[in-house]
């Protein structure tokens, strides 16, 4: 795909989709980067991802958090009134994202990461909207250890049902596949599945992963065993109930939503950071003279 960004220098590339590809550009009047994403319509189904765009525009706009990665404007390609592809222009974020091979993080500073991913989900859910793509790619770590959350392009209005499946197989929520309405328990259902493949390595069950073709072309290199309902045996017990109850099938068994997903993180951190006292507090006991005969005196000969 050749790229030309009038009055913009293309720098480098960031991601490649299907029609789809992400640079880093920048603004040769301000100095300024961007990221752009553009897509370009080869066969008439590639339409699809000009409505991607849209809404990713729509929805990028309307909400602003500072989780959240600022959209500004939509520029559509057209030939002879026809359009033949478009262009997105983001806010860019250096840095990586949570499925980056090079992301490693203490077991506290994740949580933190996923509790401020909730505050920015609970901004777009106030706004009507879910994001319906929560996975490890999509959560940004910036050089700074600031958190983003990107790409809303699968993201819908609140309480309405999509008119097809969309979202990544392995951290869709059976609502999803369904089609029924989606609210915030979908997304509860996202950061649960995130949560779980960031801290194990490993997939959830969900109704996508349990049928599709694991000989497929586009699934070569994983194993059937990277699939399974919980893989939180190594997890503390408070961790692996919060992971839990975010992945009921049922989203009425779930976490309710962001307010109270975030509360439950916080009591993991804080049970978790009291456990550690008591370990060090135990190992400063084990290690303190057991008896006075230990501790030398006045009494001690010479």
């Known amino acids: 795909m050749a790229v030309d960004i009038?009055?913009?220098?293309?720098?480098?590339k960031l991601g490649?989709?299907?029609?789809?590809?992400?640079?880093?550009?920048?603004?040769?009047r301000t100095g300024r980067d961007y990221a752009v994403k553009i897509v370009k319509i080869v066969n008439p189904e590639d339409a699809g991802f000009i409505e991607l765009l849209r809404?990713?525009?729509?929805?990028?706009?309307?909400?602003?958090h500072p989780i959240m990665r600022k959209v500004y404007e939509l520029r559509m390609l057209?030939?002879?009134l026809k359009v033949y592809g478009a262009i997105l222009f983001m806010e860019y974020v250096p840095g990586i994202s949570l499925a980056d091979k090079e992301f490693s993080a203490p077991l506290d500073d994740i949580l933190r990461i996923f509790s401020e991913t909730a505050e920015g989900l609970h901004a777009m859910h106030l706004g009507e909207y879910v994001h319906a793509d929560l996975k490890p790619n999509?959560?940004?770590?910036?050089?700074?250890g600031k958190v983003k959350l990107i790409d809303l392009g699968q993201s819908s209005k609140i309480r309405e049902a999509k008119p097809r499946i969309q979202g990544s197989i392995d951290y869709m929520a059976p609502e999803q596949v369904r089609r029924d309405k989606l609210d915030e328990r979908t997304d509860v259902f996202g950061i649960g599945s995130t949560l779980h493949r960031v801290l194990t390595g490993r997939a959830i069950s969900t109704k996508m992963n349990q049928t599709i073709n694991m000989q497929a072309q586009s699934l070569v290199g994983r194993r059937v065993a990277d699939r399974g309902e919980f893989a939180t045996?190594?997890?503390?017990?408070?961790?692996?109930?919060?992971?839990e109850d975010c992945c009921h099938i049922d989203p009425d068994d779930r976490i309710k939503n962001m307010t109270l997903l975030i509360e439950r993180i916080d009591l993991v951190r804080m049970t978790l950071a009291k456990a550690r006292a008591e370990v060090h507090s135990d190992r400063d006991a084990s290690d303190a003279p057991k008896n006075d005969q230990d501790v030398p005196g006045d009494d001690d000969e010479s």
């Open 233 to 243: 045996e190594e997890l503390p017990p408070a961790l692996a109930r919060l992971i």
């Open 55 to 64: 809404t990713e525009h729509a929805i990028g706009t309307a909400i602003d």
């Open 16 to 28: 490649v989709g299907a029609q789809t590809r992400i640079f880093r550009a920048r603004c040769m």
């Open 138 to 144: 999509n959560i940004m770590l910036t050089d700074g």
């Open 6 to 12: 009038p009055n913009y220098r293309v720098v480098e």
């Open 78 to 80: 057209r030939r002879r």
